[in-house]
C-alpha cells in the first residue's frame, strides 16, 4: 500500500522528445506520432485549401508527406515547437502543390485545340487568372510565415510591436545587427545558449563580433529576431533581409 501511495510514475516524453528518438530510429513510434496527429494534418490542410479536407484528398497525402519531413527535419536548435515547425511546413506544401496544378490546369487550358485568335485571348485570360491565383497563394505563404514568426517570438518574450520600437533606425546599425545575429547562427554554441535559455549570449559573443559589447545590448531583441529568421526555414522573411543587407 505504502509503495502505491508514494510510487513515482515515469515522466510523459514532450513531443519533442519523441520527435528526437524518431530521428534515433523509433519507426513504430513514427508511425504511432503520425497517425495521431492525422487530425491536426487535416486542420492545416484544410485552412489552406478553404474547405474541408478528409483522407481521401490528395492535398492530405500532400499534408501527410510534409508531416512527415517536419519530423525528419525538425530542430530544437531552430527554436520553435515542432508542432509550430510542422504546421508552417504542411501549409507551405500545400501551397506548393496548389500553385503547380494551378500551372498544370493552364497548361491543358491552352492547348485544346482552338483558333490561333480563341487561342491567344484564352490564353492571355488563363495567364492572368493564373497569376493572380499565385499572387493570393504567395500572400497566404506570407501570413503564414508571419504568423509562425509571431509564435516564435512570444516564446521569448517579444513582440511585434516591440521590435517596431526598438528597431535600428539607420541603414548601417540595422545592417550591423543582422551581421551580429548571423555571427549567432553561425555558432552552434551561441544558438543552443540562445534557444535554450531564450536569451542572448552577449559575453561569449562579443568575442567573434567587430561590434562593442554596448552596442550588442542595445540592440539585443532585435540581434535575437534577426537570429530566429535566419535559422528558420523562412522564404519571404529572409527575402527581406537579404534586401536590408544589400541596400
Not at 494551378?102 to 490561333?116: H, K, L, Q, Y
Amino acid at each position: 500500500m505504502l509503495s502505491l501511495l508514494f510510487k513515482i510514475g515515469k515522466r510523459k516524453s514532450t513531443l519533442e522528445e519523441t520527435v528526437i528518438e524518431i530521428q534515433n530510429g523509433n519507426q513504430q513510434l513514427q508511425n504511432k506520432l503520425i497517425d495521431d496527429y492525422k487530425p491536426f494534418i487535416a486542420k492545416n490542410v484544410s485552412a489552406v485549401c478553404k474547405r474541408y479536407i478528409n483522407e481521401s484528398d490528395d492535398e492530405f497525402s500532400i499534408g501527410l508527406i510534409a508531416f512527415n519531413e517536419a519530423i525528419e527535419k525538425y530542430s530544437k536548435e531552430k527554436g520553435s515547437s515542432f508542432l509550430s515547425f510542422s504546421e508552417l511546413l504542411i501549409k507551405r506544401r500545400v501551397i506548393d502543390y496548389i500553385r503547380k496544378e494551378a500551372r498544370v490546369r493552364n497548361i491543358n487550358f491552352i492547348s485544346n485545340g482552338e483558333t490561333d485568335e480563341e487561342g491567344a485571348q484564352s490564353k492571355l485570360e488563363a495567364h492572368l487568372s493564373v497569376d493572380d491565383y499565385q499572387r493570393k497563394v504567395e500572400q497566404e505563404q506570407r501570413k503564414e510565415e508571419i504568423l509562425h514568426f509571431h509564435q516564435v517570438l512570444q516564446e521569448f518574450g517579444l513582440s511585434f510591436q516591440e521590435l517596431l520600437e526598438i528597431s535600428p533606425k539607420h541603414a548601417d546599425a540595422r545592417q550591423n545587427a543582422i551581421m551580429v545575429s548571423k555571427a549567432v547562427v553561425e555558432n552552434a554554441e551561441l544558438m543552443e545558449t540562445l534557444f535554450e535559455k531564450k536569451h542572448l549570449p552577449i559575453k561569449q559573443l562579443e568575442s567573434k563580433v567587430s561590434v562593442s559589447r554596448k552596442t550588442i545590448e542595445r540592440n539585443r531583441k532585435y540581434i535575437i529576431a534577426m537570429a530566429i529568421i535566419l535559422s528558420s526555414d523562412y522564404v519571404y522573411l529572409k527575402d527581406y533581409l537579404k534586401g536590408v543587407l544589400e541596400s
